[in-house]
């Protein structure tokens, strides 16, 4: 079955303690993103991949970090996270090669708490 | 810059009437534009795109929109809606072939009422 998925699906944590949310595509797809879903501000990009070693960032990229060391996997790194980035994560991935012109697949969300 | 406005954090109607979720955007280029829908405690499907074709796109579920350049919109309308259609709505837009950036609107919960 094609899919995203992303692990943990619920985490709460407490400010400092660095975290890694993980996400895995098996469609073979070139583009992978990462999105915050907050109340009332819709989903705001945080960082995307067009390909293996190469990222670049979104709208809201301050506090994370990403890497795409291999096709199918860009993990989310929280070196030092705070209570302002206590949301919803979703992971998305699509077809790349002539931009965002397809659909993309999103994960079913990881839920942070930082306390 | 691009941006996408959604009129509407909420919308009712009851169910068989017409659902009209508005969405305008600014780009400055010729743009992408898509409806997602979300169901609770899931992550976001593709309801429809538009991608420099047909100025009217049809999608699942009975959904459609219409690009309209001079008016920079691109609303969803359904002729008569369902229960199953209760959900939140995103409008996103993308600056075309040239990037890989997709901003979203701030989304419209549409609530179906018997």
């Known amino acids: 079955e094609a899919q995203v998925t992303q692990n943990p699906r619920y985490l709460i944590t407490v400010t400092g303690k660095k975290l890694t949310v993980t996400c895995s595509q098996n469609m073979n797809h070139e583009y992978m993103s990462w999105y915050r879903q907050d109340p009332g501000l819709g989903l705001r990009q945080i960082y995307y991949s067009m390909n293996v070693e190469v990222t670049d960032k979104g709208d809201v990229p301050e506090g994370y970090k990403v890497s795409r060391k291999e096709k199918r996997n860009f993990p989310l790194i929280l070196e030092s996270p705070s209570p302002n980035q206590t949301s919803l994560y979703f992971c998305?991935?699509?077809?790349?090669?002539?931009?965002?012109?397809?659909?993309?697949?999103f994960g079913p969300g990881t839920r942070l708490t930082v306390l | 810059a691009q941006s996408v406005t959604q009129l509407g954090s909420h919308v009712s109607v009851s169910e068989g009437a017409l659902v009209l979720l508005r969405c305008n955007y600014s780009?400055?280029?010729?743009?992408?534009l898509f409806w997602y829908v979300q169901y609770p405690n899931q992550g976001l499907q593709l309801l429809l795109k538009?991608?420099?074709?047909?100025?009217l796109v049809k999608g699942i579920n009975g959904f459609e929109a219409e690009f309209k350049k001079s008016e920079t919109s691109f609303h969803l309308t359904k002729p008569s809606a369902h229960m199953s259609d209760a959900a939140e709505y995103f409008c996103a837009v993308s600056e075309g072939d040239s990037s890989y950036k997709l901003i979203f609107g701030s989304g419209t919960r549409l609530l179906v009422r018997p």
């Open positions: 780009s400055s280029v010729p743009p992408y």
């Open positions: 998305a991935s699509s077809f790349g090669d002539r931009g965002i012109s397809g659909a993309q697949y």
């Open positions: 538009y991608t420099s074709a047909a100025t």
